[in-house]
T-cell receptor, first 114, second 109 residues
Framework: NAGVTQTPKFQVLKTGQSMTLQCAQD?????MSWYRQDPGMGLRLIHY???????DQGEVPNGYNVSRSTTEDFPLRLLSAAPSQTSVYFC?????????????FGPGTRLTVT | EDQVTQSPEALRLQEGESSSLNCSYT??????LFWYRQDPGKGPEFLFT???AGEEKEKERLKATLTKKESFLHITAPKPEDSATYLC??????????FGAGTRLAVHP
């Protein structure tokens, strides 16, 4: 099992550019989520999904878009990058539809927007 | 508003010097509390789940305890490999976890 994988590991964008952060899991988990981690603020939930075709907003969804066409994949799209989106992004999956069981995190994507 | 606060922000220990990390929370109806460990440049890794006041869980040199208002992560005789950031989290609503900012632990030989 590869667990949760994320690509790319590092990315630099210019303001206004768009891009997609990729996330995949091979554990057949229904629940997947995206977090951003900023210094001193902890992990904040961006979007989550409880199964293929079902997504919902988290705490900080503005400027991000998600879709879930398969159980395995949950990409995060930045529509028009802004410096405020400079952060480390983590994808996670869980056996619990509620996301309250143990969550498995990917290695993260470090994004810099200039 | 649901909130999780961890203290201290950073902790420096000598190898073998035991200590505790604190996680205090305000949520309406606790449905569990989670502890994670995060190494630099990596994603968080699950450690424990606690569900009710009085519950304790242990793993090697770590012991997590839970009261009605806070949780403690006790580290007994730590080693340098215990150096990491320790995060706690609570369910803040359906399908959502609220994380604290974490405690950065450094254990020196």
């Amino acid at each position: 099992n590869a667990g949760v994988t994320q690509t790319p590991k590092f990315q630099v964008l210019k303001t206004g550019q768009s891009m997609t952060l990729q996330c995949a899991q091979d554990m057949n988990h229904e629940y997947m989520s995206w977090y951003r981690q900023d210094p001193g603020m902890g992990l904040r939930l961006i979007h989550y999904s409880v199964g293929a075709g079902i997504t919902d907003q988290g705490e900080v969804p503005n400027g991000y878009n998600v879709s879930r066409s398969t159980t395995e994949d949950f990409p995060l799209r930045l529509l028009s990058a802004a410096p405020s989106q400079t952060s480390v992004y983590f994808c996670a999956s869980s056996t619990s539809v509620g996301g309250w069981n143990e969550q498995y995190f990917g290695p993260g994507t470090r994004l810099t927007v200039t | 508003e649901d909130q999780v606060t961890q203290s201290p922000e950073a902790l420096r220990l000598q190898e073998g010097e035991s200590s505790s990390l604190n996680c205090s929370y305000t949520v309406s109806g606790l449905r569990g509390l989670f502890w994670y460990r995060q190494d630099p440049g990596k994603g968080p890794e699950f450690l424990f789940t606690l569900y009710s006041a009085g519950e304790e869980k242990e793993k090697e040199r770590l012991k997590a305890t839970l009261t009605k208002k806070e949780s403690f992560l006790h580290i007994t005789a730590p080693k340098p490999e215990d150096s990491a950031t320790y995060l706690c989290a609570v369910p803040g609503g359906y399908n959502k976890l609220i994380f604290g900012a974490g405690t950065r632990l450094a254990v020196h030989p």
